[in-house]
C-alpha cells in the first residue's frame, strides 16, 4: 500500500472501522448496547460486526441503561476491554450512577487495586429534528467528574484513531459522537491508525481571534472562519478533542497571540464547557487579553423540534461570526 | 474638585467662601480651587444648605474628590452630629446628601462605573510605555481601549500613574500656565485631525454702524468691534451645531449652549479663554461688559470653574497685532476654533470695480472627526453675511 493512499469514507465507517481493528487487536475488547447486534446500531455504526465477530462479541442488550453500563463497567473490572453503546447522552442520564458513582471512582476507592477500563460510546447534539429528549449536548456533566476522561471526535482521523486510545487507558473514557457527524465523507489515510487523546488541535492557524469549538460545531466554526478571512480577519481554530482534563496549554498559548477569543459549545452557556473554558483563560491570560471573551453557545431552551426553532437555538456560523467580529472591534 | 480644564489632575482648595449650616443656592460660589491655571472660583450647582465640608483649605486632591455635602431642603441633618448625645437606638432613617459640586465628565470611554474601559493588554501596555489612557480614543468593543489604540499613541516623558507628581511644582504661575497651555496643545496637535478654512469678510459696514453707535455711548460703554465677531459666531452657531460642543467618548456631544470661549493675552504671559454663557442670546452691550468683566478678572486670576470648564467654541482675535489672519489650535474637546486678524484697508473688486474696503481675515480651526469641510465652509461664509448687517447683532 503507498504510504500517501486514501481511501474515501464516512465518519460512522471509520468509527465502525475502530472497533473492527480494536476487536481484531484484542481479545477482550467487546461490543455492546441496545440494537448494536441484529440492528447494527441505531446510527448504523456497528452495520455487519454481528456477523463477522459474532453475538459473543456483539452483544445486544435489554433497554436498561444502568443494567448494561454497570456490566460493562464490571467487565472491565474483571479484566475485559468493553466497549459500551449508549444510544443518546439523554439517555446516559439512566447510567449516571453507574459512571459518576463507579466507573469514575473505583480506583481510588479500592486504594489503586482497581481498574475501569471500559468505553463508553454515545451521541450527543442537535439539528437532526428529534426533540428535546434526543437532541441535548450535555458533555460537560461529565467533563466535570474527576476520574473519567472525556473525548469528542470531530475528524475522520479521531474518529478512526481515538476509540483504541481510549481503550489502552487504564481508566474509564467517555466518546462523544455528534450525531450530524455520521454522514460526513471524506478522505482518510489508508493507513489512519491510533491518535494521541491528550492534545486540542488547531484546525486552522490565524492571528487575530481564537474560535475555540469542538465536536459537531466544529464545522460551523471553520466556515465562519472562512467568512471572516474575507473582512480580513484571520480567525484560528481550535478543535479541544479532549473536553477532559483540557489542553489547557494549547488554549492560552493560541489566546495569548490573537489576544481575543470567542468559545463555540454547543451545550448551554449556563455552568457549561464554555464558562470553564472562560474561566481557564481568565486564569491563565488575563493580562494578554485585548477584549472579553465571548461565547455562541445553545439558546437556554430545551431544543425545539420544528426546524427553524432548532435552527435558531443552536450555535450557526454567521452568529460565530458576529461575536468574532465584535471581539475584534475597530478596523480589525 | 471639578475638572476646570482639559488636562486638570489634582487642584488645591485654597478657601471656603461658605460654612456649613449657611444656605447656598445654584450659582452661587462657594470655594477657590487654586490650579496650574491661577485661583478658580468654584460654584455649585444645588439649592440646600452647606451640610459638612470635606476637604480644609490647603489641602490638594484629585480631580473627582468630594469637597462638602450639600442638605437638600426638607432634608435631615447628617448623622455625624458634633454634639457629643447617645445616639438613638435605632438610627432614624437619613436621605443621603448629595455631592455638592458637580464633577465634569471624563473624556475617554468610560463604563457604567465610570472607570476607563481598556483590555487588560493595552493597560500593560500604556504602563510599560507610560501612555496617558485618558487622551485616548477606544476602537475595541463597546468603545473599549484595545492595545493597537495604545500602539498608535505617543508615550508621555512621565509616567502615566502620576501625571501631577511627574514634574516638579511650577517656579511661578506664568511657569504654570504655560505648562497648562503645552498639555491642551499638545494633546490638541496629538489628537485632532484639524482641518483649516480662511474666509475675507469686508467689514466696512459693520465698522461704521459700530463707529456711530459708539458716538451715542459713554465712553465706559462703547463698544469694541471684537463683540461683533463673537456675536456673529454665537448666532452662526445656531444654524450650524456641530461646531459647538464636545467630541467625547468617540462622538461628538453638542454644547448644552452656545458658550463662546474667547482667548484673553494674559499680562504674565500666557492666555486663556473662559466662556461668554449664551453668548447667542446676549445684547451687544451685555456681551461687551460681560467681556470686560472676563478680561479683568482673567488678568486678576479670578475666574470662575463653569467660565473655565463650560466653552463649546472658542474665537481668538489677533486684530490688535497687526497679523493678517490666525490659524489656531483647537482646545480640546472643543470641535472648533475661529480665528479673526486684524481689519485692514484692502483693494475690493465688487461688480466690476475695484475700491478700498476693511477687510477682515476670519478663519476656521475644525475637528474633522465632528465635521466636514463642506459645512465648514457654509458656517465661516455664514459668519460673514451676518457681520454685514450689524444691526441685527
Known sequence: MNAGATVRTTYREAMREAIRDAMTRDPRVFLMGEDVGHYGGCFAVSMGLLKE?????????????????????????????????????????????????????????????LSVPVVIRMTTGGGKQVAAQHSHSLECWYAHIPGIKVLAPATLEDARGMLWT???????????????????????????????????????????????????????????????????????VIDLRTLRPLDEATILESVTRTRRAVIVDEGWR??????????????????????????????????????????????????????????????? | MPQLGADMAAGKLTEWLKKPGERVKRGDIVAVVETDKGAIEVEIFENGTLDRVLVEPGAKVPVGTVLAMVRGDGEAPSAAPPMPRPMPAVAP???????????????????????LRVSPAAARLAAERGVDLAGLRGTGPDGAIRIADVAAAPAEVAPAAEPVAALPEPATPAEAIRRAIAAAMSRSNREIPHYYLSHAIDVSRALDWLARGNEQRPVAGRLLYGVLLVKAVAL???????????????????????????????????LIAPAVHDADAMTLDALMASLRDLVARARAMRLRSSELADSTITVTSLGDQGVDAVFGVIYPPQVALVGFGTPAERPWADQGTVTTRRVIQASLAADHRASD??????????????LQEPEKL
Not at chain 1, 443494567?67 to 439517555?91: K, L, Y
Not at chain 1, 455552568?271 to 472579553?292: H, N, Q
Open chain 1, 166 to 236: 481510549a481503550l489502552e487507558d487504564p481508566d474509564p473514557v467517555i466518546i462523544f459522537e455528534h450525531t450530524l457527524l455520521y454522514n460526513m465523507e471524506g478522505d482518510l489515510a489508508a493507513d489512519a491508525g491510533p491518535v494521541a487523546i491528550d492534545r486540542a488541535a488547531i484546525r486552522r492557524p490565524g492571528r487575530d481571534v481564537s474560535l475555540i469549538t469542538y465536536g459537531g460545531s466544529l464545522y460551523k466554526t471553520l466556515d465562519a472562519a472562512t467568512a471572516l478571512a474575507a473582512d480580513g480577519i484571520e480567525a484560528e
Open chain 2, 236 to 270: 452662526a452657531l445656531r444654524d450650524y451645531p456641530e461646531f459647538n460642543g464636545f467630541w467625547r467618548d468617540g462622538r461628538f456631544a453638542p454644547g448644552a449652549g452656545i458658550h463662546v470661549g474667547t482667548a484673553i493675552a494674559l499680562r504674565g504671559g500666557g
Open chain 1, 53 to 113: 465477530f459474532g453475538p459473543d462479541r456483539i452483544r445486544d442488550t435489554p433497554l436498561s441503561e444502568a443494567a448494561f453500563v454497570g456490566a460493562g463497567i464490571g467487565a472491565a473490572m474483571g479484566g475485559m476491554r468493553p466497549i459500551v453503546e449508549v444510544m443518546t447522552v439523554n439517555f446516559s442520564l439512566l447510567a449516571l450512577d453507574q459512571i459518576v458513582n463507579n466507573a469514575a471512582t473505583l480506583r481510588h476507592m479500592s486504594g489503586g487495586q
Open chain 2, 373 to 386: 469641510g463642506h459645512r465648514g465652509a457654509l458656517f465661516l461664509a455664514r459668519v460673514g453675511q451676518l
Open chain 1, 270 to 332: 449556563s455552568v457549561g464547557l464554555s464558562a470553564e473554558i472562560s474561566a481557564r483563560i481568565m486564569e491563565g491570560a488575563f493580562y494578554e487579553l485585548d477584549a472579553p471573551v465571548a461565547r455562541v453557545c445553545t439558546v437556554e431552551v430545551p431544543l425545539p423540534y420544528p426546524k427553524h426553532l432548532e435552527d435558531a437555538a443552536l450555535p450557526q456560523t454567521d452568529g460565530i461570526v458576529r461575536a468574532a467580529r465584535h471581539v475584534v472591534g475597530g478596523n480589525g
Open chain 2, 93 to 115: 432613617s437619613v436621605p443621603k446628601p448629595r455631592p455638592a459640586v458637580a464633577v465634569p465628565e471624563r473624556r475617554a470611554p468610560a463604563g457604567p462605573t465610570g472607570r
